[in-house]
């Protein structure tokens, strides 16, 4: 079986096949730099990096494209309010974003930013106006005229056609009823940042920077487009009608959306107080690794509700799967393979894989390297597992952690980070009790720790039990979790 997408455009799931033979093009819409991600961006971000992830996995070249859009509405707002020009408004946001995207292992794709192509954005716009389909306003404002787009509402399924020919929108969101014709360019505001470009002076509207700056790096025609479901209007729909309208070809092959997340059940919303950034999270003492889990634990159409019950959980099976590499590297198994363990790991990792060729099923693929890992874990106890079965379990975590990436045990710096950053912002008051146990065992590494294990069983078989007990509690102390069972020793971060 071959991956299998939902289309937004069609409506549809359909057989993923790029324009290019072993090549996908795919533009991401990136972040707004105006304030901290908060988890509902980066279940969308988790989701795009879990897709980018699965296509490599699969033989593809991946050329994966996001934009940061460092001008908008909100951004000229807030830097105008705060008396700083836009590019520094955002740069202390745009570093956050990319930190916290890397904290939950979100692998960078190709940037661009809005800002770094305002003269390109100035003649797609003349361009749009030769051909008719933009026009310029008294106020040197340049809208889209979506009359002369009969395919308007495609993508959102919105019957546009008693729309009023002429009605102006010029913010950058907007109601779904508002099908008006939409800013493409907005005429300099006192106060506000523009810039003098070959079609006047002003600032590019959202949507154009996006279609500019997608086909720039992915060409006119390109397979997939990604963002949140509140994308799909006006964002993408506007994207449509101006690229389309442009080239005359059609713009994008699959349009791939992310179901907005609820929090506990609910909106999230800084007025209901179940807002969250990811750096909220963490100073809580909740690990990246657990967040991430969380994020790509339900698969991305289905509404995630995350909880804080989930988010344990979602640790608690970051720890299982950590613990069993381990088991596997500590263990001491006798020769030979068991046929069992060899086909229990050709099990999962099929299964992993029509599980995510199945419109990205990320719950289903966890679902198989834990009833692997289960499995495993009962003939480890039982002796069943042999040396030569060791590198094809290991092989079926990895090929999952290829896509899920937690295993690696790099929590603790990252909080670490977190925590060093919440000092500087004078947030010392949000940092809680479990976060500065969690960052404990920080100074030590997993090497570090495996050598005081093996310490402790050089002690244990010389029957020096004093020693042994000593080394125990400096791990303790370290908030590290020591284990000695009949199969030998193991440990955990607290
Ligand atoms: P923004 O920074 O507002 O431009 O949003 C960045 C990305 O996050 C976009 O793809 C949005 O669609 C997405 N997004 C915003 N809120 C949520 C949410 N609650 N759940 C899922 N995705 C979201
Ligand atoms: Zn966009």
Redesign the pocket.
């Known amino acids: 079986m071959a991956l299998r997408l939902f289309n937004t455009l069609s409506s549809q799931i359909e057989d993923f096949r790029p324009l290019r033979d072993r090549e996908v093009r795919m533009y991401a819409?990136?972040?707004?730099v105006y304030d901290y991600?908060h988890i509902?961006?980066f279940?969308?971000?988790v989701a795009v990096d879990l897709l980018h992830r699965f296509l490599r996995q699969s033989g593809y070249k991946v050329r994966h494209v996001m934009n940061i859009?460092d001008v908008d509405d909100k951004i000229i707002r807030n830097s105008a309010r705060d008396g700083v020009s836009v590019q520094q408004y955002t740069a202390k946001y745009e570093k956050a974003f990319l930190e916290d995207a890397a904290m939950i292992s979100i692998e960078e794709p190709m940037l661009v930013r809005a800002t770094e192509h305002i003269p390109e954005m100035a003649d797609f716009v003349a361009k749009l106006v030769e051909k008719g389909f933009a026009y310029r306003a008294d106020d040197g404002s340049y809208y889209f005229r979506i009359a002369k787009f009969p395919q308007y509402g495609k993508l959102s399924k919105k019957d546009f056609s008693g729309m009023m020919d002429g009605a102006r929108v010029d913010f950058d969101e907007y109601d779904k009823d508002s099908a008006r014709d939409f800013a493409l360019w907005k005429a300099p505001k006192t106060g506000e940042a523009s810039w003098d470009t070959a079609i006047g002076s002003g600032r590019p509207g959202w949507h154009l920077e996006c279609s500019v700056m997608s086909m720039r790096e992915l060409g006119e025609s390109f397979d997939l487009h990604a963002?949140?479901?509140?994308?799909v209007f006006p964002h993408h729909e506007n994207e449509i009608a101006q690229s389309e309208s442009f080239t005359g070809k059609p713009f994008v092959r699959f349009w791939f959306h992310?179901r907005?997340?609820l929090v506990e059940g609910e909106k999230?919303s800084k007025s209901a107080g179940n807002f969250f950034t990811l750096r909220d999270l963490v100073l809580k003492g909740h690990k990246p690794s657990s967040i991430r889990y969380l994020l790509a634990s339900v698969p991305y159409r289905n509404q995630l509700n995350f909880t804080f019950d989930g988010l344990k959980q979602a640790a608690v099976s970051v720890e299982r799967l950590r613990n069993f590499r381990l088991r596997l590297g500590s263990d001491n198994f006798s020769e030979g393979t068991n046929p069992e363990m060899q086909s229990l790991a050709t099990q999962a990792i099929e299964r992993m894989t029509a599980a995510l060729d199945d419109d990205l099923n990320t719950a289903q693929a966890q679902a198989a390297i834990f009833e692997m890992v289960r499995q495993a874990n009962a003939a480890c106890d039982a002796g069943a597992i042999k040396k030569y079965d060791v590198p094809s379990l290991l092989a079926a975590l990895g090929k999952f952690d290829e896509i899920f990436a937690v295993l690696d045990d790099d929590d603790a710096p990252k909080i670490k980070r977190v925590l060093d950053w919440a000092v500087s912002e004078g947030r010392d008051k949000d940092i809680t009790d479990e976060v500065r146990e969690a960052i404990q065992s920080a100074g030590l590494s997993d090497a570090d720790i495996e050598k005081k294990i093996d310490a402790m069983k050089a002690a244990r078989s010389a029957r020096d039990f004093k020693a042994s007990d000593a080394i125990r509690a400096e791990l303790a102390d370290a908030g590290i979790l020591v284990e000695i069972t009949k199969d030998g020793i193991r440990w955990r971060r607290k």
């Open positions: 819409c990136g972040p707004t991600g509902g961006n279940r969308t971000f859009t963002g949140g479901e509140d994308l992310a907005f997340l999230m």
